[in-house]
């Protein structure tokens, strides 16, 4: 018995969509499960090795026994080799990631005893919120939130698009960035981020990059959220001078995504070089969307 899972990074948010907008994005987490007499041993290469853990506190073996609990099916002794290229508390849903590799792993190992959706359904309950896991299971831009115990899910229209993402080397648990947040808000900028997330939807499925600077403003969490790192702000307005169109915190953060129609190279420097004037070191990607989501081989 052999499988591989693959799930893409995603990117929650994006400016006014808050808890409830992600686009998935061409970096890919991969999960190699093989069978052996009994127990699990995990490893992990790439991003996090050293610092995810390979015994049962390892998120994807929770999600994995979450699941076989659920359907009660008990699981095999597996190998499960991870290797990870999305960085871990980056922003970029990395623990999404995990969870749904142990879910649709454990699905397809114990006879896809859950529908896709149902799969989601219970992801969605591990992680909290379905922002980053609706994307990262269905590829492309989703919208996705809760009516009452009911996910609603609605995947759009989305344009060939490539971002720039810039990492900075600082911790930022999504716990702290939540934490930032105010319990109430104006219903001025309630009815602001409202608008904003209509013209961004229009934004993205035209490829309208012209409107992205507009359409990504946002009073809910990013005015929160930037002051919590070092060079974030700066990292912002560095991107808009180097010709970005769009600028957002990519999720909880500490992670910055920004949109163009080209010269993503000299957008991802220019953020990197308002880091390192904060005295943060940071990496970069430039990257397409992804269009698959989660697979299963």
């Known amino acids: 018995m052999h499988l591989t899972v693959t799930v893409p990074a995603t990117s929650a948010n994006l400016g006014p969509g808050f808890d409830c907008l992600g686009l998935a994005l061409g970096l890919y987490n991969t999960v190699e499960v093989t069978a052996r007499e009994a127990g699990m041993l995990v490893t992990v290469e790439g991003e996090g090795q050293g610092i995810i853990a390979v015994d049962e506190r390892n998120m994807m073996v929770q999600a994995m026994q979450r699941l076989s609990d ?24 990395s623990s999404a990631a995990a ?8 699905n397809q190992l114990l006879g896809e005893q859950l529908s896709r959706e149902e799969v989601l359904d219970l992801a969605v309950a591990i992680e909290g919120h379905p922002d980053n896991m609706a994307p990262a299971l269905h590829g492309g831009l989703v919208m996705a939130n809760r009516d009452g115990e009911r996910l609603l899910v609605e995947r759009l ?39 904003r997330l209509g013209l961004l939807l229009r934004a993205l499925a035209e490829g309208d990059y012209e409107q992205l600077a507009t359409a990504m403003q946002d009073r809910l969490h990013q005015p929160y959220r930037l002051p919590l790192v ?22 909880a953060g500490p992670g910055v995504i920004a949109f163009a129609p080209d010269g993503h190279e000299a957008i991802a420097a220019a953020m990197q070089q308002a880091f ?22």
Do not use: C, K, Y
């Open 70 to 93: 659920q359907v009660g099916q008990p699981l095999p002794g597996l190998h499960l080799r991870q290797v990870n290229r999305i960085p871990v508390t980056s922003g970029l849903g």
């Open 99 to 106: 969870v749904l590799a142990g879910l649709l792993a454990a």
């Open 157 to 195: 229209p989305v344009a060939d698009l490539h971002v720039a993402v810039v990492v900075p080397d600082f911790a930022l648990l999504t716990v702290e960035a939540r934490a930032a947040l105010p319990p109430h808000v104006p219903f001025a900028d309630a009815v602001f981020n409202l608008g």
């Open 230 to 251: 070092p060079g974030m702000a700066a990292a912002f307005d560095a991107a808009r001078a180097a010709d970005a169109h769009g600028v957002a915190i990519s999720g």
């Open 276 to 297: 390192a004037a904060a005295g943060l070191g940071s990496r970069s990607w430039v990257l397409s969307i992804d269009r698959e989501g989660s697979r299963v081989s």
